[in-house]
């Protein structure tokens, strides 16, 4: 009989990978490590429906993309409360990195607006580059409905955002 791994496995497994799908959304390391913390507490307060789920490491990476979105999304908020401009963080930065910054705000944003499957489905498939069959695993779908929620986040964010993105987000290459 095969017993399931115990989550501290599945944790040291891809521990690298949850912090990288958090510090992708937030771009920020003191509030990635917040996140990171909730993340895992999230995790551990789940964790027997964690080890039984057929693919615990999918599973804790979306949970992962879920409190960062989660974060950022508060954090969007309390800005545009506060500020209503983006100034840039020095006085030094170059056009290039004002515009690159911005232009990133716009993905996450089209992205946070996606609805809660798509955007999974397409951070999963193209930041983190994981096969359908993970996809669907960490979505609770099959592979088939996974492959429809990225085509049609990818439909969305070609629509919203034009030219602002490269065309390996927008299409798929394989």
């Not at 958090?22 to 920020?28: A, E, F, G, M």
């Not at 056009?95 to 993905?107: C, F, K, N, S, Y």
């Not at 609805?115 to 096969?131: D, F, N, T």
Request: charged share 25%; glycine share 2%.
């Amino acid at each position: 009989m095969d017993s399931p791994a115990p989550i501290e496995y599945h944790l040291n497994a891809c521990r690298k990978q949850m912090a990288s799908v958090i510090w992708r959304v937030l771009r920020d390391a003191d509030r990635a490590e917040d996140a990171l913390q909730e993340a895992l507490l999230r995790i551990w307060r789940r964790r027997k429906q964690v080890a039984a789920h057929p693919n615990p490491s999918a599973l804790m990476l979306r949970m992962c993309y879920q409190v960062a979105i989660d974060r950022y999304r508060q954090h969007a908020r309390r800005r545009t409360e506060t500020l209503p401009f983006d100034f840039p963080a020095s006085a030094h930065s170059t056009l290039d990195t004002m515009m690159i910054g911005e232009a990133h705000r716009t993905v996450l944003d089209a992205l946070s607006d996606l609805p809660a499957q798509q955007g999974q489905a397409v951070y999963l498939r193209v930041i983190e580059q994981l096969p359908y069959d993970d996809v669907a695993a960490a979505l609770d779908c099959t592979p088939t409905t996974a492959r429809g929620h990225v085509r049609r986040a990818r439909q969305s964010l070609r629509h919203r955002l034009g030219k602002l993105l490269p065309d390996e987000v927008c299409h798929e290459s394989s």
